[in-house]
């Protein structure tokens, strides 16, 4: 019988499943339910945290990765950006306040800021401008077909109306003229908003917008084929509200969501 003795045979189908694999098959059942959960985009650090700190899963890192191979379950890789110092200066008038220093010790003490270009079919390259709280990393959005004053006007105009303006909050951005534009040095001003800004040609200045941005386009939109502007909407408000702000896990915040960060944050205020 295929040149396996009969005994031998036989003894391979009766066998039992041994609590060793009995054990695999629960936990690969699982691994599979937080990966398609997460719309296929965690790899295995983020699912072995999940699996320890919500599934009471005792089980090893190495045996998640090994599990997660043999499936053929991969994440959605993604560059980390890794800050480094520039040699060029921030303009006289434009101070850099953060140094490439993302620390801070609770909710609205530092915003970070910035555009990206998204494709939308029919409609072209529309606009994604975001605003991001550095203690909790949650994502304040606008999205737009031009990429003007206005747009990052409204979504400053979110983040006050959320979050109000804490005494010394400092936003930090690009040089681009929106940023840098009369409207928009105006309404931090009335806010009492410090405005800090990244040297020239230094990505890395705001290394944590651009992670975030980088984020979106390889969770989402690299992943989609947006047909016009309404659909890419959708789809993105799908993406930062359903989903990164209230369900993804961060390694920078423990592996907590950000809105878990900042709910603790404000029930621990509330004490």
């Known amino acids: 019988m295929f040149d396996i003795p009969r005994s031998s045979f036989y003894e391979r189908v009766n066998r039992e499943e041994s609590h060793r694999e009995r054990e695999n098959r629960r936990i690969l059942k699982k691994i599979e339910r937080i990966w398609e959960s997460s719309g296929c985009v965690y790899g295995a650090p983020k ?14 890192l190495k045996r998640v990765q090994k599990l997660m191979n043999k499936q053929g379950i991969r994440s959605i890789t993604q560059k980390t950006w890794r800050p480094h110092r520039s040699a060029d200066p921030v303009p006289d008038d ?22 990206t270009y998204i494709w939308t079919g029919k409609d072209e390259w529309s606009y994604l ?8 990393r949650k994502a304040i959005w606008s999205f737009s077909r031009q990429m003007t004053v206005d747009l990052v006007l409204d979504t400053l105009t979110k983040a006050t109306q959320r979050y109000g303006a804490a005494e010394g909050l ?20 009335k806010q009492g908003i410090r405005h800090s800004f990244s040297r020239k040609g230094s990505p890395h200045d705001n290394a944590v917008i651009e992670s975030f941005h980088s984020i979106v ?3 989402e939109v ?22 990164y702000n209230r369900k993804r896990i961060h390694s920078a915040l423990g592996n907590r969501t950000p809105l878990a960060i900042e709910q603790g944050y404000l029930d621990q205020a509330v004490i």
Not at 95 to 108: A, H, Y
Not at 170 to 178: A, D, E, T, V, W
Not at 235 to 240: A, D, G, K, N, P
């Open 94 to 115: 434009r101070v850099n306040l953060l140094n490439q220093d993302f620390s801070t010790t609770g909710l609205n003490q530092i915003w970070v800021t910035d555009i």
């Open 222 to 243: 690299y992943q989609k084929n947006y047909p016009d502007f309404d659909t890419a909407y959708r789809e993105l408000f799908q993406y930062i509200e359903a989903f």
């Open 47 to 60: 699912i072995h945290a999940i699996l320890v700190t919500q599934e009471n899963e005792d089980c090893s």
């Open 170 to 189: 400092i936003l930090h951005s690009n040089l681009g003229s929106q940023y840098t534009s009369e409207a928009y040095e105006s309404a931090l001003e």
């Open 129 to 136: 401008s975001t605003i991001l709280d550095l203690y909790s």
């Open 217 to 219: 386009k390889k969770e």
